[in-house]
């Protein structure tokens, strides 16, 4: 099983950066496929970004490619989400989410697919 705590969301003006961090205890972090997913109240919570085990692997959303980045350092257990250019309709609630079964290749992009998550940072930006 392993613990996930995120951090590094907050307030920003449209045009920003914001870095969210992801940090996990418990199993060997290098087990996991990692994602971060976002929510809006009254919507259903979606993918943003999912990093492979290894940091081959990665998957971007098309609403943020070219302005996130999603990596890993696995000896700090930690995932990190770089967000730039960041618009007001990226305000919601960012989670970090783990999978125990990874793919060999390739990432999961399913929530239902992940099995532990962390309590959500708020980001919020402002036009």
């Known amino acids: 099983q392993v613990q996930m705590v995120e951090s590094g969301g907050g307030l920003v003006q449209a045009g920003g950066s914001l870095r969210l961090s992801c940090a996990a205890s418990g199993r060997p972090f290098s087990d996991y496929a990692m994602a971060w997913f976002r929510q809006v109240p009254g919507k259903e919570r979606e993918i943003v970004a999912a990093?492979?085990?290894?940091?081959?692997?990665?998957y971007y959303t098309d609403s943020v490619k070219g302005r996130f980045t999603i990596s890993r350092d696995n000896a700090r257990y930690t995932v990190y989400l770089q967000m730039n250019s960041l618009k007001p309709e990226d305000t919601a609630v960012y989670y970090c989410a783990a999978d125990e079964d990874p793919l060999a290749f390739g990432v999961k992009v399913d929530e239902a697919e992940y099995d532990y998550w962390g309590q959500g940072t708020q980001v919020t930006v402002s036009s």
């Open positions: 990093i492979s085990w290894s940091g081959a692997k990665l």
